[in-house]
């Protein structure tokens, strides 16, 4: 397995469970879109520093 591997799994699983829920509360999705790749782009380079946190979802 390649370094990474493991967090990019994590974000391709919780994506989209996290737009979903941002446009079922907030109803926007190109904002909700959006605000889902900028936490996208803040883990990608976090967690592999810091580690990945308990509840990645929830981050």
Do not use: K
Not at 1 to 16: F, N, Q, Y
Not at 25 to 41: C, K, M, P, T
Request: hydrophobic residues 40%.
């Amino acid at each position: 397995m390649r370094p990474g591997t493991e967090i990019e799994d994590l974000l391709r699983l919780h994506a989209p469970q996290v737009l979903g829920a941002l446009v079922r509360r907030y109803g926007h999705f190109g904002a909700a879109e959006d605000s889902v790749q900028e936490a996208l782009l803040a883990a990608a380079r976090q967690w592999p520093e810091t580690g990945v946190p308990e509840n990645p979802r929830g981050w």
